[in-house]
């Protein structure tokens, strides 16, 4: 098996500020990563070049070997994506909303509508795939954008904070789902939250001030430094 | 799935939240409310009734599609600068879709709208002046085509704020002050110092009326026109429609060309 996500010698500027420095990373096909660092660290940064929704300075970005930067649709094909908290258009209701999405990547008809709806189910939002978004909460827009990632099957899911907004039932709703897909995709994901990450993620890459740390199995990482948490304080300079 | 398709799909969402929201009936409120206004006001204030000539009153209603151009700018504003200001294009931007039919999408979504107020609009004029004339004079449609033309140079030039503003309201405001104030007084100074004023875009808004007639025929349409004030209209030298079409052309595309350029280079961080 090859690489899902490979980052090249990234650097991010924005201004003066350097938050990305010659980043390195592989993300192995099918495996769930963990992108952990404190705020400002560079997660967000690394995760919004690979969605496209930045440039970087320099250095390269590949979703399953398709240049980023050179060829965005292609790579954005490959991908679903939650980044910060999903923002909605106001005037859509849920079903409109997956089902722009879905056209604008190829899908149509019967299966569109099935997959509508199967997804609306698996996010608990049936009571509401009929209202207009703008009455929703933070919690239930967060349930929508993980809709939206997982429509169109994608091998790739980039996540930035899933759970942030949800309750705890949410929470731990949301962490199986991403579990479920985990399974059969490869998912790249960053958050604050260590516990979360221990579930679902294999392996962690610990970032700060836009540099590569520790990229490890969480399991090697405990066994050097006790804990997760005392490996992340650590290596973050907290401890 | 080709280019063409993605762009139907653009289009038909970015339109489905156009007709949801209430800024599109209150455009054509306002629109209604300016020709009911026209057709209650000047057969009270006129001495005589509606003017003689069918062509000065169809020119007095065109006031209604002028306002429902204007809409433009409320339809637009926030087509580039909303999608960052409310960060809706962290998801809309992760679509494997080009930039440029986003842009394109939103900006021919807003267009039908318009289209559709101005069909509106006119077909109330054309009501009115067959119910009051019992005719509809011809040029109805090239004033008709010139709204929807004003319409698109309103839209690019709106697109061309919201690509430049960080948010969606600077980007109205920006717009409005530029059609209605910078251009307004741009066009007044032109004209009274007899210079040229084609290219001014509120030039292209007067075209509307102005295929019934002239500045001067439309105040001899009121009855000898304003005294002393037609010494004054006599300075204006209303621009060909022809010169008129030209100035719109140039907002239309080089308000669209900047827009895009400009939103390409922004990034959603």
């Known amino acids: 098996m090859g690489d899902s996500i490979v980052i090249e010698n990234l650097s991010r500027y924005y201004g003066k500020f350097l938050a990305l420095d010659n980043l390195s990373l592989r993300v ?37 070997g398709i240049d980023v930067v050179a ?32 056209q604008l990547r190829g899908m149509k008809g019967e299966p569109l509508n099935k997959r509508v ?14 209202e207009k978004i703008g009455k929703f909460s933070r919690g239930m827009k967060q349930r929508l954008g993980l809709a939206q990632t997982l429509l169109h099957d994608p091998p790739v899911l980039i996540l930035d904070e899933p759970s942030l907004g949800l309750d705890p039932r949410g929470v731990v709703e949301f962490r199986e789902i991403i579990k479920g897909a985990g399974k059969e995709k490869t ?9 979360e990450v221990t579930q679902i993620c294999s392996k962690v890459a610990i970032i700060n001030n836009g540099k590569l740390l520790a990229y490890d199995s969480i399991t090697e990482l405990e066994k050097k430094y006790q804990t997760l948490e005392l490996a992340y304080l650590k290596l973050t300079g907290g401890v | 799935m080709s280019d063409f398709e993605k762009l139907g799909v653009v289009i038909k969402y970015e339109f489905l939240k156009h007709i949801r929201r209430a800024r599109l009936y ?83 979504a807003g267009f039908i709208a318009i289209a559709l107020l101005m069909i509106f609009t006119y077909i109330i004029i054309a009501i009115s002046l067959l119910a009051i004339y019992q005719e509809v004079p011809i040029e109805i449609f090239k ?31 920006m717009t409005l002050v530029f059609v209605w104030v910078i251009c307004g007084i741009l066009e007044s100074v032109l004209a009274l110092t007899g210079n040229p004023y084609w290219y001014v875009l509120s030039a292209g808004g007067d075209s509307i009326a102005l295929v019934y007639g002239g500045m001067e025929q439309m105040m001899s349409g009121f009855g000898g026109g304003f005294g002393g004030g037609s010494d004054m209209l006599n300075m204006f030298k209303s621009p ?19 827009s895009i350029f400009l939103a390409k280079r922004r990034q959603l961080s």
């Open chain 2, 240 to 258: 060909t429609l022809g010169m008129a079409a030209w100035g719109m052309t140039i907002y239309f595309v080089g308000g669209f060309i900047a």
């Open chain 2, 26 to 108: 209150i455009i054509l409120g306002i629109a209604l409310l300016a020709e009911a206004l026209v057709l209650i006001l000047v057969p009270t204030l006129m001495t005589g009734g509606f003017p003689d000539n069918v062509k000065v009153m169809a020119a007095l209603l065109t006031v209604g599609p002028s306002m429902a151009a204007l809409g433009a700018v409320f339809f637009a504003g926030d087509a580039i600068a909303g999608e960052y200001e409310s960060k809706t294009g962290f998801l809309l931007f992760t679509n494997p879709i080009k930039r440029i039919l986003l842009w394109s999408g939103k900006y021919l």
């Open chain 1, 28 to 64: 192995p096909e099918k495996e769930n990563i963990g992108l952990l660092g404190p705020n400002g660290a560079g997660k967000s940064t690394t995760l919004k070049i690979l969605c496209g929704l930045i440039q970087p300075t320099s250095g390269k970005a590949y979703i399953d």
């Open chain 1, 71 to 102: 060829h965005p649709e292609q790579a954005l094909s490959r991908i679903g994506a939650i980044i910060e908290t999903p923002e909605f258009y106001s005037f859509l209701t849920p079903v409109d909303t997956l089902n722009y999405f879905g």
């Open chain 1, 187 to 195: 998912v790249f994901f960053a958050s604050h939250q260590l516990v």
């Open chain 2, 143 to 173: 004033s008709f085509g010139l709204a929807l033309f004003y319409a698109a140079a309103t839209l690019s030039t709106t697109f061309f704020f919201s690509a430049l503003s960080k948010g969606s309201m600077g980007a109205t405001i």
């Open chain 1, 117 to 130: 709806k199967e997804l609306i189910a698996l996010v608990g939002l049936e009571k509401w795939s009929k």
